[in-house]
Protein backbone atom coordinates (compact mmCIF):
# COMPACT_ATOMS: atom_id res chain seq x y z
CA UNK A 1 0.00 0.00 0.00
CA UNK A 2 1.34 3.59 -1.12
CA UNK A 3 1.86 6.08 2.13
CA UNK A 4 1.14 8.68 0.41
CA UNK A 5 -0.08 8.84 -3.08
CA UNK A 6 -1.33 11.96 -5.06
CA UNK A 7 -3.10 12.28 -7.93
CA UNK A 8 -2.44 12.93 -10.85
CA UNK A 9 0.93 11.73 -11.54
CA UNK A 10 1.57 14.60 -14.57
CA UNK A 11 -0.63 16.85 -15.37
CA UNK A 12 -0.59 18.69 -18.85
CA UNK A 13 -3.08 22.25 -18.83
CA UNK A 14 -3.22 25.66 -20.88
CA UNK A 15 -2.35 28.67 -19.25
CA UNK A 16 -5.50 29.91 -17.27
CA UNK A 17 -6.71 27.10 -16.61
CA UNK A 18 -7.82 25.64 -13.18
CA UNK A 19 -6.55 22.68 -11.78
CA UNK A 20 -6.40 20.23 -8.58
CA UNK A 21 -4.17 18.06 -7.29
CA UNK A 22 -5.23 15.30 -4.62
CA UNK A 23 -2.94 13.90 -1.63
CA UNK A 24 -3.76 11.57 0.72
CA UNK A 25 -1.98 9.32 3.14
CA UNK A 26 -2.73 6.10 5.05
CA UNK A 27 -0.08 6.62 7.94
CA UNK A 28 -2.07 8.08 10.91
CA UNK A 29 -0.25 11.09 10.35
CA UNK A 30 -1.33 14.71 12.00
CA UNK A 31 1.20 17.07 9.45
CA UNK A 32 0.70 17.37 5.89
CA UNK A 33 3.16 19.36 3.59
CA UNK A 34 3.42 20.57 -0.41
CA UNK A 35 6.51 21.35 -1.48
CA UNK A 36 7.44 22.47 -4.97
CA UNK A 37 10.75 20.98 -6.97
CA UNK A 38 11.64 23.11 -9.74
CA UNK A 39 13.05 22.01 -12.79
CA UNK A 40 16.48 22.93 -10.82
CA UNK A 41 15.40 20.18 -8.66
CA UNK A 42 15.28 22.87 -5.72
CA UNK A 43 12.47 21.25 -2.83
CA UNK A 44 10.88 24.23 -1.77
CA UNK A 45 8.22 24.06 1.58
CA UNK A 46 4.80 25.36 0.07
CA UNK A 47 2.62 25.04 2.57
CA UNK A 48 1.97 22.82 5.81
CA UNK A 49 -0.86 21.63 7.71
CA UNK A 50 -1.14 20.09 11.18
CA UNK A 51 -3.84 18.37 12.56
CA UNK A 52 -5.72 20.36 9.74
CA UNK A 53 -5.31 23.54 10.93
CA UNK A 54 -2.20 25.80 8.13
CA UNK A 55 0.90 26.00 9.96
CA UNK A 56 3.19 27.26 7.37
CA UNK A 57 2.89 29.46 4.62
CA UNK A 58 5.82 30.45 2.71
CA UNK A 59 5.63 33.01 0.20
CA UNK A 60 3.19 31.52 -2.61
CA UNK A 61 1.09 33.81 -4.71
CA UNK A 62 -2.73 33.01 -3.71
CA UNK A 63 -3.67 31.48 -6.91
CA UNK A 64 -2.72 28.49 -5.05
CA UNK A 65 -5.00 27.83 -2.27
CA UNK A 66 -4.58 23.77 0.03
CA UNK A 67 -7.50 22.66 1.26
CA UNK A 68 -7.52 19.66 4.41
CA UNK A 69 -10.96 18.16 4.48
CA UNK A 70 -9.54 15.74 7.24
CA UNK A 71 -5.68 14.61 9.03
CA UNK A 72 -5.51 12.53 6.01
CA UNK A 73 -5.85 14.39 3.20
CA UNK A 74 -4.09 17.41 1.70
CA UNK A 75 -5.50 18.88 -1.70
CA UNK A 76 -3.68 21.97 -3.78
CA UNK A 77 -5.52 23.99 -6.30
CA UNK A 78 -4.36 26.20 -8.55
CA UNK A 79 -6.17 29.27 -9.97
CA UNK A 80 -5.70 30.71 -13.22
CA UNK A 81 -2.22 28.39 -14.18
CA UNK A 82 0.58 30.57 -15.30
CA UNK A 83 4.19 28.93 -16.83
CA UNK A 84 5.85 29.48 -14.31
CA UNK A 85 3.79 26.97 -12.17
CA UNK A 86 5.16 23.98 -14.50
CA UNK A 87 7.25 22.08 -11.97
CA UNK A 88 6.78 18.81 -10.07
CA UNK A 89 4.56 19.11 -6.81
CA UNK A 90 5.23 16.80 -3.73
CA UNK A 91 2.95 16.02 -0.76
CA UNK A 92 4.32 14.55 2.25
CA UNK A 93 3.36 13.62 5.71
CA UNK A 94 5.20 13.70 8.66
CA UNK A 95 4.02 12.23 12.04
CA UNK A 96 4.08 15.63 13.61
CA UNK A 97 5.63 18.65 14.08
CA UNK A 98 8.32 17.53 16.50
CA UNK A 99 11.90 17.98 15.17
CA UNK A 100 13.59 15.41 13.62
CA UNK A 101 10.65 13.31 11.85
CA UNK A 102 10.97 11.26 8.90
CA UNK A 103 8.76 13.16 6.33
CA UNK A 104 7.21 10.69 3.78
CA UNK A 105 6.88 11.97 0.37
CA UNK A 106 4.63 10.90 -2.25
CA UNK A 107 5.65 10.47 -5.72
CA UNK A 108 5.01 14.06 -7.05
CA UNK A 109 2.81 15.16 -9.59
CA UNK A 110 4.19 16.17 -12.71
CA UNK A 111 2.42 19.91 -14.16
CA UNK A 112 2.76 21.04 -17.31
CA UNK A 113 1.71 24.52 -17.84
CA UNK A 114 1.90 25.23 -22.16
CA UNK B 1 17.05 33.16 1.20
CA UNK B 2 18.85 29.79 0.38
CA UNK B 3 19.77 28.52 3.74
CA UNK B 4 21.65 25.70 2.57
CA UNK B 5 24.47 24.81 -0.01
CA UNK B 6 25.61 21.52 -1.31
CA UNK B 7 28.33 20.40 -3.21
CA UNK B 8 28.87 19.53 -5.60
CA UNK B 9 26.01 19.99 -7.62
CA UNK B 10 27.07 17.60 -10.10
CA UNK B 11 29.20 14.15 -9.48
CA UNK B 12 30.33 11.37 -12.30
CA UNK B 13 32.10 8.68 -11.02
CA UNK B 14 33.09 5.06 -11.58
CA UNK B 15 32.09 2.56 -9.61
CA UNK B 16 34.47 1.67 -6.90
CA UNK B 17 35.63 5.17 -5.52
CA UNK B 18 34.78 7.38 -3.21
CA UNK B 19 32.86 10.39 -2.48
CA UNK B 20 32.01 13.34 -0.40
CA UNK B 21 29.01 14.99 -0.63
CA UNK B 22 29.12 18.64 1.51
CA UNK B 23 25.90 20.42 3.00
CA UNK B 24 26.86 24.09 4.74
CA UNK B 25 24.83 26.45 5.76
CA UNK B 26 25.45 29.81 8.06
CA UNK B 27 22.05 28.48 10.14
CA UNK B 28 22.51 26.22 12.91
CA UNK B 29 19.67 23.51 12.51
CA UNK B 30 18.21 21.33 15.83
CA UNK B 31 18.55 18.57 13.52
CA UNK B 32 19.14 17.38 9.49
CA UNK B 33 18.21 15.25 7.49
CA UNK B 34 19.52 13.10 4.52
CA UNK B 35 17.12 12.16 1.50
CA UNK B 36 17.86 10.65 -1.64
CA UNK B 37 15.58 11.00 -5.03
CA UNK B 38 15.66 8.75 -7.85
CA UNK B 39 14.31 9.66 -11.42
CA UNK B 40 10.42 9.41 -11.34
CA UNK B 41 9.98 9.47 -7.43
CA UNK B 42 9.60 11.56 -4.59
CA UNK B 43 12.76 11.59 -1.65
CA UNK B 44 13.16 8.81 0.67
CA UNK B 45 15.04 9.34 4.13
CA UNK B 46 18.30 7.93 4.35
CA UNK B 47 19.37 9.47 7.76
CA UNK B 48 18.69 11.97 10.61
CA UNK B 49 21.11 13.79 12.98
CA UNK B 50 20.62 15.50 15.58
CA UNK B 51 23.76 16.04 18.31
CA UNK B 52 26.65 17.96 16.70
CA UNK B 53 29.71 16.12 16.24
CA UNK B 54 27.06 12.80 15.23
CA UNK B 55 28.60 10.12 12.98
CA UNK B 56 26.01 7.69 11.57
CA UNK B 57 26.93 4.88 8.90
CA UNK B 58 24.54 3.22 6.81
CA UNK B 59 26.28 0.14 5.29
CA UNK B 60 28.85 2.50 3.01
CA UNK B 61 27.05 5.58 3.74
CA UNK B 62 28.92 7.71 6.16
CA UNK B 63 27.45 10.71 7.88
CA UNK B 64 28.38 13.41 9.95
CA UNK B 65 26.94 16.55 11.46
CA UNK B 66 29.29 19.34 11.74
CA UNK B 67 30.34 20.13 15.51
CA UNK B 68 28.40 23.78 15.53
CA UNK B 69 25.58 22.14 13.34
CA UNK B 70 25.84 24.19 10.68
CA UNK B 71 27.40 21.84 8.17
CA UNK B 72 26.97 18.35 7.48
CA UNK B 73 28.67 15.66 5.30
CA UNK B 74 28.01 12.25 3.62
CA UNK B 75 30.44 9.86 2.47
CA UNK B 76 30.33 7.38 0.55
CA UNK B 77 32.47 4.35 -0.03
CA UNK B 78 33.23 2.43 -3.16
CA UNK B 79 30.34 3.53 -4.83
CA UNK B 80 28.25 1.46 -6.81
CA UNK B 81 25.41 2.32 -9.93
CA UNK B 82 22.78 1.62 -7.41
CA UNK B 83 24.12 4.76 -5.37
CA UNK B 84 22.99 6.31 -8.47
CA UNK B 85 20.35 9.74 -7.52
CA UNK B 86 19.78 12.98 -6.27
CA UNK B 87 21.39 13.46 -2.72
CA UNK B 88 19.66 16.09 -0.93
CA UNK B 89 20.28 17.44 2.74
CA UNK B 90 17.21 19.45 5.19
CA UNK B 91 17.61 21.19 7.87
CA UNK B 92 14.94 22.01 10.57
CA UNK B 93 15.83 25.27 12.30
CA UNK B 94 14.72 25.51 15.78
CA UNK B 95 12.11 28.05 15.08
CA UNK B 96 10.31 26.55 11.76
CA UNK B 97 8.12 23.19 11.08
CA UNK B 98 9.55 22.26 8.11
CA UNK B 99 12.54 21.22 6.32
CA UNK B 100 14.76 23.85 4.41
CA UNK B 101 16.00 21.51 1.45
CA UNK B 102 19.40 22.25 -0.46
CA UNK B 103 19.53 22.08 -3.79
CA UNK B 104 20.46 18.63 -3.73
CA UNK B 105 23.99 16.49 -5.49
CA UNK B 106 22.50 14.67 -8.61
CA UNK B 107 25.49 11.84 -8.50
CA UNK B 108 26.08 9.41 -10.98
CA UNK B 109 27.74 6.33 -10.34
CA UNK B 110 29.42 4.23 -14.12
CA UNK B 111 29.89 0.46 -14.18
Known amino acids: DTAVSQTPKYLVTQMGNDKSIKCEQNLGHDTMYWYKQDSKKFLKIMFS???????INETVPNRFSPKSPDKAHLNLHINSLELGDSAVYFC?????????????FGEGSWLTVV | TQLLEQSPQFLSIQEGENLTVYCNSS?????LQWYRQEPGEGPVLLVTVVTGGEVKKLKRLTFQFGDARKDSSLHITAAQPGDTGLYLCAGETFSGYALNFGKGTSLLVTP
Open chain 1, 92 to 104: ASSQDITAGNTIY
Open chain 2, 27 to 31: SVFSS
Open chain 1, 49 to 55: YNNKELI
